[in-house]
């Protein structure tokens, strides 16, 4: 049975965790490999509407190990609260492994965020303001705290004293803020320590186990690929690697490439994008708005999941969008929130872009460069019949159907699953994904 990925296409939000809970049913194991708790996955399902950061969406199922993989930085406090509020609504946490090996995000690497960003001014990435990014500054600098280092005061003391003293002169040296209090953080991290170490394991050897038995394992991306560090809009990108490529996911809970047989990318219908950086397809028009409040009234519109931000939306970019399906080596898409295009007149796809009057199909690198294209537009016609209790390709309006063909020509590779509406059998399984 294989090891399937499942990856966010665009800027994140696409309803990764929705399809993971499906998609889970038939996995043995579920594991997060990147990212922290700047993610924010809905899940809605029979037991309720639920917004996961760092808690993987396979928790939901009884007979499910969900592991939270080294490629994570977690914040043990926040963790620490989700389990509570799962397990207050009698969801069994038991199951859960959290890495030994994931690096930790400490006081000084939200502060450093904060600060940070304060200073880049109009510049600024615009992040989740979590301390992700910091977290994986001091882990590729060396200087991280890892989860197996709360767990005793000979392994913790000394490496938050390291850290700490060289981050304090940084905070007040650098951003001229205040020091953080060395004792009391040392103190607050034991404790937290104390309290995670039921879930502390070996998550690689989970992993590892569950493939060698033969048992289906899911991983669930964070994030989207173009937010991706090294294949995303840089610099406006998060710190760590979303998507497959350089087999970010097997980097993430410690397997080979050779293990991973399938990728399933989660696009939506269109795109949307939180925080800064270019975003050629932008809507700034009535269209914007009501794809943003589809759904507002029962808190489903197109606002952050982790920070509450309006999402800045826009058509569907199939420039952005084929590159990633293609430095993922995408076998297989998902297509999510096709019901939100529901009643619209006309539809449209980006399928290139203008620069300095010649058509690019390709993501420039040049961050600059990727500010000035205009996208150019195919227009299709849209339906007015309601999709979200359509649960057969055929049965949807055929305008519909034309804009999933078209979206595979131009994305070069097939929709296998399509999602209509965000609770779990709100779905269209055109191919069984494995
Ligand atoms: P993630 O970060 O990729 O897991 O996505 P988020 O949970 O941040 O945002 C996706 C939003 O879309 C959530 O509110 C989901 O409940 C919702 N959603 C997912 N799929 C669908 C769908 O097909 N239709 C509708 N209307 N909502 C969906
Ligand atoms: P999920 O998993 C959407 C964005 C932030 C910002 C940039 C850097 O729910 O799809 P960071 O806090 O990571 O340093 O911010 O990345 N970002 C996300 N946008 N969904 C997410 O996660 C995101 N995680 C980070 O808005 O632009
Ligand atoms: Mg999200």
């Given at each position: 049975?294989?090891?399937?990925?499942?990856?966010?296409?665009?800027?994140?939000?696409?309803?990764?965790?929705?399809?993971?809970?499906?998609?889970?049913?038939?996995?043995?194991?579920?594991?997060?490999?990147?990212?922290?708790?700047?993610?924010?996955?809905?899940?809605?399902?029979?037991?309720?509407?639920?917004?996961?950061?760092?808690?993987?969406?396979?928790?939901?199922?009884?007979?499910?190990?969900?592991?939270?993989?080294?490629?994570?930085?977690?914040?043990?406090?926040?963790?620490?609260?989700?389990?509570?509020?799962?397990?207050?609504?009698?969801?069994?946490?038991?199951?859960?492994?959290?890495?030994?090996?994931?690096?930790?995000?400490?006081?000084?690497?939200?502060?450093?965020?904060?600060?940070?960003?304060?200073?880049?001014?109009?510049?600024?990435?615009?992040?989740?303001?979590?301390?992700?990014?910091?977290?994986?500054?001091?882990?590729?600098?060396?200087?991280?705290?890892?989860?197996?280092?709360?767990?005793?005061?000979?392994?913790?003391?000394?490496?938050?004293?390291?850290?700490?003293?060289?981050?304090?002169?940084?905070?007040?040296?650098?951003?001229?803020?205040?020091?953080?209090?060395?004792?009391?953080?040392?103190?607050?991290?034991?404790?937290?320590?104390?309290?995670?170490?039921?879930?502390?394991?070996?998550?690689?050897?989970?992993?590892?186990?569950?493939?060698?038995?033969?048992?289906?394992?899911?991983?669930?991306?964070?994030?989207?690929?173009?937010?991706?560090?090294?294949?995303?809009?840089?610099?406006?990108?998060?710190?760590?690697?979303?998507?497959?490529?350089?087999?970010?996911?097997?980097?993430?809970?410690?397997?080979?490439?050779?293990?991973?047989?399938?990728?399933?990318?989660?696009?939506?219908?269109?795109?949307?994008?939180?925080?800064?950086?270019?975003?050629?397809?932008?809507l700034?028009d009535s269209t914007a708005e009501r794809l943003r409040d589809h759904?507002?009234?029962?808190?489903?519109?197109?606002?952050?999941?982790?920070?509450?931000?309006?999402?800045?939306i826009?058509?569907?970019?199939?420039?952005?969008?084929?590159?990633?399906?293609?430095?993922?080596?995408?076998?297989?898409?998902?297509?999510?929130?096709?019901?939100v295009?529901?009643g619209l007149?006309?539809?449209?796809?980006?399928?290139?872009?203008?620069?300095?009057?010649?058509?690019?199909?390709?993501?420039?690198?040049?961050?600059?460069?990727?500010?000035?294209?205009?996208?150019?537009?195919?227009?299709?016609?849209?339906?007015?019949?309601?999709?979200?209790?359509?649960?057969?390709?055929?049965?949807?309006?055929?305008?519909?159907?034309?804009?999933?063909?078209?979206?595979?020509?131009?994305?070069?590779?097939?929709?296998?699953?399509?999602?209509?509406?965000?609770?779990?059998?709100?779905?269209?399984?055109?191919?069984?994904?494995?």
């Amino acid at each position: 049975m294989p090891i399937v990925v499942v990856v966010g296409g665009q800027w994140g939000d696409e309803g990764k965790g929705r399809i993971v809970d499906l998609l889970a049913r038939k996995a043995r194991v579920v594991a997060r490999y990147s990212a922290g708790n700047n993610a924010g996955h809905t899940i809605v399902n029979e037991r309720g509407e639920f917004k996961l950061h760092l808690v993987p969406a396979g928790i939901f199922y009884p007979d499910k190990t969900c592991v939270i993989g080294n490629g994570v930085a977690v914040d043990p406090e926040v963790l620490l609260d989700e389990i509570t509020n799962l397990q207050e609504k009698g969801i069994d946490t038991s199951r859960l492994v959290v890495s030994d090996r994931a690096q930790v995000i400490m006081p000084w690497h939200k502060e450093l965020d904060r600060l940070d960003e304060a200073m880049r001014g109009d510049a600024a990435i615009g992040t989740t303001g979590k301390g992700v990014g910091p977290c994986f500054v001091d882990k590729v600098a060396r200087r991280g705290i890892r989860v197996a280092d709360l767990l005793r005061p000979e392994d913790l003391n000394p490496r938050v004293e390291t850290a700490l003293e060289y981050q304090n002169r940084v905070i007040t040296g650098v951003y001229g803020g205040e020091p953080i209090d060395m004792s009391e953080c040392i103190e607050k991290y034991h404790q937290l320590g104390l309290r995670l170490a039921p879930y502390v394991g070996d998550a690689q050897a989970v992993v590892l186990d569950a493939h060698r038995r033969g048992d289906t394992v899911l991983l669930e991306g964070a994030q989207g690929s173009l937010l991706d560090l090294d294949h995303g809009t840089y610099p406006y990108v998060t710190s760590s690697v979303p998507s497959s490529s350089s087999s970010g996911a097997g980097l993430g809970v410690g397997i080979g490439p050779t293990a991973i047989q399938r990728v399933v990318g989660v696009f939506k219908s269109y795109s949307t994008r939180v925080g800064n950086g270019p975003f050629p397809t932008e809507l700034f028009d009535s269209t914007a708005e009501r794809l943003r409040d589809h759904g507002k009234e029962f808190g489903r519109g197109e606002y952050g999941t982790t920070t509450g931000r309006p999402r800045r939306i826009g058509w569907l970019d199939a420039v952005s969008s084929r590159y990633s399906v293609r430095f993922n080596g995408l076998s297989a898409l998902a297509l999510t929130r096709l019901d939100v295009l529901d009643g619209l007149e006309t539809i449209k796809i980006c399928t290139g872009y203008e620069l300095d009057g010649k058509v690019v199909d390709t993501l420039p690198a040049r961050q600059s460069v990727l500010e000035r294209v205009r996208p150019i537009y195919e227009e299709m016609p849209g339906w007015t019949d309601a999709t979200s209790e359509v649960r057969n390709f055929d049965d949807l309006p055929k305008a519909a159907q034309a804009f999933i063909r078209r979206v595979e020509q131009l994305l070069e590779c097939p929709v296998d699953l399509i999602s209509v509406g965000p609770s779990r059998e709100q779905a269209i399984i055109v191919n069984p994904i494995f």
